[in-house]
């Protein structure tokens, strides 16, 4: 039988549960935004602009990111930011699929049900800004590999509970660190830098939610299930982060592609300015209990710790 413990307990989650999807559902009407509207979609990209910030390019830091021309550079950066954009449609496709299974039949009445489908308009609003943005850059449709996008398909179709939504806080924070910086550069091109606003503002949203779902599903997991989840939220890292820039990005920014993957893979700066971005969701990871050893090995791998 269930104790009184428990069951105050489990009252209280719920109740915690609901003031903070009424909190966000109240910030969500106050301050959210119209992409179509706020975007600069009209004024032809100006080239002597980055499409991020120089820091953040794969290659920043490398001999050939010396030898190459500032053109070169921010067409580069442009490349990289389309292919950041294609990586983060993707896994909002796969968010939103997750989100949806979760809260199939369940109480429309209840305001977490509610701020579901709100953060699933967001996430359709934000895809579409994703897609114009890249092809306003220039850049073709970057897709990740074969495999992936297979992996991506099981993925969106079993995860569920706690691995669900510490992935889908991985990929927002990763993105949302890389981004706050893009959107204040005045180096990067205007229009990009409205879009990176949006998503940072609406996404502190979702990252707020998905941190206290995955903390309450947690509650009461056994070891055996918090270690099976560790390993594979970090599993779904390790494929996120390494698909988020395409290797065609070099040649089609009219670079030796060989080289340049050989030294991106290289480039000890841009694993430190990941590490950088995931020191907070690595402490967080590690209080929920999902930072276990096996799961290391594969965020080490992703240069996200």
């Keep these: 039988m269930t104790s009184i413990s428990e069951r105050e307990a489990?009252?209280?989650?719920?109740?915690?549960?609901?003031?903070?999807?009424?909190?966000?559902?109240?910030?969500?009407?106050?301050?959210?935004?119209?992409?179509?509207?706020?975007?600069?979609?009209?004024?032809?990209?100006?080239?002597?602009?980055?499409?991020?910030?120089?820091?953040?390019?794969?290659?920043?830091?490398?001999?050939?990111?010396?030898?190459?021309?500032?053109?070169?550079?921010?067409?580069?950066?442009?490349?990289?930011?389309?292919?950041?954009?294609?990586?983060?449609?993707?896994?909002?496709?796969?968010?939103?699929?997750?989100?949806?299974?979760?809260?199939?039949?369940?109480?429309?009445?209840?305001p977490a049900f509610q701020w579901a489908l709100t953060e699933i308009a967001d996430e359709c609003r934000h895809?579409?800004?994703?897609?114009?943005?890249?092809?306003?850059?220039?850049?073709?449709?970057?897709?990740?590999?074969?495999?992936?996008?297979?992996?991506?398909?099981?993925?969106?179709?079993?995860?569920?509970?706690?691995?669900?939504?510490?992935?889908?806080?991985?990929?927002?924070?990763?993105?949302?660190?890389?981004?706050?910086?893009?959107?204040?550069?005045?180096?990067?091109?205007?229009?990009?830098?409205?879009?990176?606003?949006?998503?940072?503002?609406?996404?502190?949203r979702h990252m707020k939610f998905a941190r206290e779902e995955t903390r309450q599903r947690l509650e009461g997991a056994g070891w055996v299930r918090r270690q099976v989840n560790a390993l594979v939220v970090a599993i779904a890292s390790y494929v996120i982060v390494g698909s988020m820039v395409n290797g065609k990005v070099y040649e089609n920014a009219g670079l030796d592609g060989k080289r340049a993957r050989r030294e991106a893979k290289a480039n000890e700066h841009h694993k430190s300015m990941l590490r950088s971005s995931c020191s907070g969701l690595m402490e967080f990871l590690h209080s929920a209990g999902l930072l276990t050893k096996p799961s290391l090995y594969f965020y080490k791998r992703a240069n996200l710790i």
Aim: aromatic share 10%; net charge negative; glycine share 4%.
């Design 10 to 110: 489990a009252t209280a989650a719920s109740s915690d549960r609901e003031t903070t999807a009424r909190r966000l559902l109240d910030s969500s009407e106050q301050l959210s935004y119209d992409p179509v509207k706020e975007v600069d979609w009209e004024t032809p990209l100006d080239t002597d602009y980055h499409g991020a910030s120089p820091e953040w390019s794969t290659l920043y830091g490398t001999s050939y990111w010396a030898e190459m021309t500032p053109e070169q550079q921010r067409e580069l950066t442009r490349q990289e930011a389309a292919s950041v954009a294609s990586t983060g449609i993707w896994f909002e496709m796969i968010l939103q699929q997750m989100i949806l299974r979760d809260f199939y039949a369940k109480d429309p009445t209840d």
């Design 127 to 204: 895809s579409i800004m994703f897609a114009r943005g890249a092809a306003k850059l220039r850049a073709p449709a970057y897709r990740p590999r074969r495999f992936v996008v297979e992996a991506g398909r099981i993925f969106k179709a079993t995860a569920t509970g706690e691995a669900a939504y510490a992935a889908i806080l991985v990929a927002e924070e990763v993105l949302d660190v890389m981004q706050r910086d893009w959107m204040r550069d005045e180096r990067v091109v205007p229009f990009v830098r409205t879009i990176n606003n949006i998503h940072v503002v609406e996404e502190s």
